[in-house]
């Protein structure tokens, strides 16, 4: 059985192709970076037509590398939502017009599911699980029981955390995306120069806020006229971190989860995965966190999620289109 993954829900054009025993046949991502540079962020309509643009190219070539021909799918699978409503419908449209075309079966996919199931691609994690999935347009922490049963813990109140460091970088003119740049620059500065705000929130509460630590940044740089932009990557990075690890931390103790997973593109950050698997290792809890490839946006991860439905319920809704505000059933 070969599953299709299409995932279009930001300014990734991603297509994976897998089988039922998670053997990855191709994995091709065009990131839109240089595209939205120049403007600091992702421009929607940019990033739509960008996908109008390659979605065919990139299938064609997906297919090339996994040595099969389109009718050899068996089941297409694509993001749904979140994300944004133009880009999703590149892929929306394109699957089912693929499903349509040649009677294949198509799943909508929620994108959050699919950087919670990225763990799978590379590794066998046991339920129940606490995955905290942490990118630019997302920070949440859930309680996963099983496939499907994804119980959120918390999510933030404000700014995502990679948003946060596309912020930060934005602030002192580093460039975009943030997170890579900070992440290189803070190498080489001290992490406990500055103290930056801890957002815990309270005890018993999994939310996450880091518009505080970020207004703290832009203080920061406005009221010192000297400073290492080093020792501030490496501060603000550390805030981070540590915010993780106590959430991560009080979840793990009250719900009684020995396994811990860390995806989406913030899991990226070698700094942050690194502190992450210290502190598991020091408690005694097993830690897991997709390649990088893997943690920013992919189709194989959507490819993934898709059998995992279909494994569910073969049966599926070829009436329902895309969501730019998509929720995971229990969220
Ligand atoms: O998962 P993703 O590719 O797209 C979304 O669904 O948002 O994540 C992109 C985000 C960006 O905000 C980017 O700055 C952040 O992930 N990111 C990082 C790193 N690499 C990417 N954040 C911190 N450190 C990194 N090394
Ligand atoms: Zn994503």
Known sequence: MYILGIETSCDETAIGIIDENLKIYANVIYSQIKEHKIFGGVVPEIASRKHIEKIKILSEEAFKLANLNVDEIDIISVTQGPGLIGSLLVGVNFAKAIAYALEKKLYFINHIEGHILSVFIENSVDFPFLSLVASGGHT???????????????????????EAFDKVAKMLNLGYPGGPIVEKLAQNGDENSIAFPKSFIEKDNFNFSFSGLKTAVRNFIAKNKEFKIEDVCASFQKSVADVFIFKISEAAKKYNVKNICFSGGVACN???????????????????????????????????????????????????SANAHSRLSNL
């Open 140 to 162: 949440n922490l859930f309680l996963v029981k099983n496939f499907g049963k994804y119980n959120l813990l918390g999510k933030t109140l404000d700014d995502a955390a990679g």
């Open 270 to 320: 070698t700094y942050i995965k690194s502190r992450i698997n210290e502190f598991c290792i020091n408690n005694k809890l097993n830690f897991y966190s997709p390649s990088p490839i893997y943690c920013t946006d992919n189709g194989v991860m959507i490819a993934l999620a898709g059998l995992q439905h279909y494994k569910k319920s073969p049966d599926f809704k070829f009436k329902l």
